[in-house]
């Protein structure tokens, strides 16, 4: 599989074009790294899509999305969290990622795993979630 995912020591996740280079610079992947790029490039836009209802931001943008993995089969893991383990969505925004996630074009199979460890906090939102929400 192809990470694209930050470390958990990580707080702030990167920039889509820096995510997007870091999952071309995988080694051991069977898929061109152009056409991986283009994927993983898809992949972002199509989380962008996907918006907490409470929080006028997208899912990516808040920091919500943990890890993109892509097998060389090009079936996605999301590995993702949300703001809160009672967010009123927690039974349905998974479906929503999975959705938005399938509709990329040489997508496979799509997982999503839901998962509160590290816990989601305000730091894991970009820069640009941050000023949308007037916390800058």
Same mark, same amino acid.
């Given at each position: 599989?192809? /990470?694209?995912?930050?470390?958990? @020591?990580?707080?702030?996740?990167?920039?889509?074009?820096?995510?997007?280079?870091?999952? $071309?610079?995988?080694?051991? @992947?069977?898929? +061109?790294?152009?056409? =991986?790029?283009? &994927?993983?490039?898809?992949?972002?836009?199509? &989380?962008?899509?996907?918006?907490? +209802?409470?929080?006028? $931001?997208?899912?990516?943008?808040?920091?919500?999305?943990? !890890?993109?993995?892509? /097998? #060389? #089969?090009?079936?996605? &893991?999301?590995?993702?969290? =949300?703001? @809160?383990?009672?967010? +009123?969505?927690?039974?349905?925004?998974?479906?929503?990622?999975?959705? $938005?996630?399938? @509709?990329?074009?040489?997508?496979?199979?799509?997982?999503? !795993?839901?998962?509160?460890? +590290?816990?989601?906090?305000?730091?894991?939102?970009?820069?640009? $979630?941050?000023?949308?929400?007037?916390?800058?």
């Amino acid at each position: 599989m192809t /990470d694209t995912s930050t470390k958990p @020591s990580d707080f702030i996740i990167p920039d889509p074009a820096a995510e997007t280079a870091k999952s $071309a610079a995988e080694p051991g @992947s069977s898929i +061109p790294k152009e056409e =991986l790029e283009q &994927l993983t490039a898809d992949i972002v836009a199509a &989380l962008k899509t996907v918006h907490d +209802p409470e929080i006028p $931001a997208d899912i990516y943008e808040l920091g919500l999305i943990y !890890k993109i993995d892509i /097998d #060389d #089969d090009r079936n996605v &893991l999301v590995e993702m969290t =949300l703001t @809160s383990p009672g967010c +009123p969505v927690a039974g349905e925004m998974p479906g929503w990622v999975e959705n $938005a996630v399938a @509709s990329v074009t040489g997508v496979g199979i799509v997982t999503v !795993k839901l998962t509160f460890d +590290p816990p989601w906090d305000k730091d894991r939102m970009s820069d640009e $979630a941050k000023l949308l929400l007037g916390m800058y």
